[in-house]
C-alpha cells in the first residue's frame, strides 16, 4: 500500500509543489485507489500533474468531514475526471456550515457531482478493501477531546453548535499494525484511535497521521498524548491543523516525521 501527500500546509524544500491550508492524500491498495479528501481547491490536482500521478485512476473518495478544506477541490475533481467512482462519507458531511461570518461547508452537494459518482453516506464502518476501513462516526468519550464545537451546522433549516459528527478517518491494516490517517480529528485523535483499534481489531499502532486540531500545549493535549502513549502510539505524523509548538512538543515523547507535499509512505512489504 502506498500513501503520496498531495496537499498540505507545508511542502518540502526543493521539491516544487504547491501548498494550502488544506488537506488531501491518496492512497493506492492493488485495484483500489482512494482519494482522501479534495483540499480547498484544485491544488491537490496540480502536485499530482507534477508527481507524474494519474488521478483518473481513483476509484474511490473519501471525505473526512464536511469543512470547505477538505471538499473544497470536489467540484474541479469531477470537473477534469469523469471515471465511475464511488464517494463514501457521513451522512452530515454536506451541511450547510458557518462559522466566524463565513460559509465554511463543502461548496457543493451531492447532486452537483454527475451520474458517474456513486455516494455512499453511513455513520457505520465501511470496508473499501480487506485493508482500508472508513471508520464511520466516531464515538467521544475522552473528556478532554470533548466540547470542540466549530461555529455552526444548519439541521433542518435551524443552526446548531457544530461538533462535526460526521468527523471520520480511515484506518489501515499494515503488517507492522494499525496505520490511522486522520483529515483533521475534530472528534479528538485519541478517541479516533481507539474505535480504530475496536473496529479493526488490531492490537499493534503502526503510526498516527494527519491533521490532529490540536495547538496548545495544555492539560488537555498532555492528556491525549499520555492515551496516545497507552494505545501504543510511537510514530507520529502530523499534518494540517497541527500547530509548531505542538509537533515541538510531540517530538520530545514520539517519534515524529515532519511532513510536507510529496511526501510517500510504502507500508508494508
Not at 8 to 31: C, M, Q, W
Not at 94 to 122: H, K, Q, Y
Not at 256 to 268: K, Y
Request: proline content about 4%.
Amino acid at each position: 500500500m502506498k500513501l503520496t501527500l498531495l496537499c498540505d500546509n507545508h511542502t518540502y524544500i526543493d521539491r516544487y509543489y504547491l501548498g494550502e491550508p488544506a488537506f488531501s492524500v491518496l492512497i493506492e491498495d492493488g485495484k483500489t485507489t482512494v482519494l482522501f479528501d479534495t483540499g480547498y481547491s484544485g491544488v491537490f490536482i496540480e502536485n499530482a500533474r507534477r508527481m507524474g500521478i494519474d488521478l483518473a485512476k481513483v476509484t474511490h473518495i473519501v471525505l473526512s468531514h464536511g469543512h470547505n478544506d477538505h471538499t473544497g477541490g470536489l467540484a474541479e475533481y469531477r470537473k477534469r475526471f469523469a471515471q465511475p467512482v464511488t464517494l463514501v462519507a457521513h451522512p452530515a458531511v454536506f451541511a450547510r456550515r458557518r462559522c466566524d461570518g463565513l460559509e465554511v461547508g463543502s461548496p457543493i452537494g451531492p447532486e452537483e457531482l454527475g451520474e458517474n459518482t456513486r455516494t455512499v453516506l453511513r455513520k457505520e464502518p465501511i470496508w473499501l478493501t480487506e485493508r482500508i476501513c472508513f471508520l464511520g462516526e466516531i464515538p467521544r468519550g475522552y473528556p478532554f477531546e470533548c466540547g470542540r464545537s466549530v461555529g455552526e451546522r444548519f439541521a433542518d433549516g435551524a443552526a446548531v453548535p457544530d461538533d462535526l459528527p460526521d468527523d471520520t478517518a480511515l484506518a489501515l491494516r499494515t503488517e507492522e499494525g494499525l496505520f490511522l490517517l486522520t483529515g483533521c480529528a475534530h472528534a479528538g485523535v485519541a478517541n479516533t484511535l481507539r474505535y480504530a483499534l475496536e473496529v479493526t481489531g488490531e492490537r499493534r499502532v503502526a503510526a498516527v497521521m494527519g491533521g490532529m486540531h490540536l495547538f496548545e500545549t495544555d492539560d488537555d493535549f498532555r492528556s491525549c498524548m499520555r492515551e496516545l502513549k497507552r494505545l501504543g502510539t510511537e510514530r507520529l505524523i502530523p499534518c494540517h491543523c497541527t500547530s509548531l509548538a505542538v509537533k515541538a512538543a510531540m517530538t520530545a515523547e514520539f517519534d515524529t516525521a515532519e511532513a510536507g507535499v510529496g511526501m510517500t509512505l510504502t507500508l508494508g512489504r
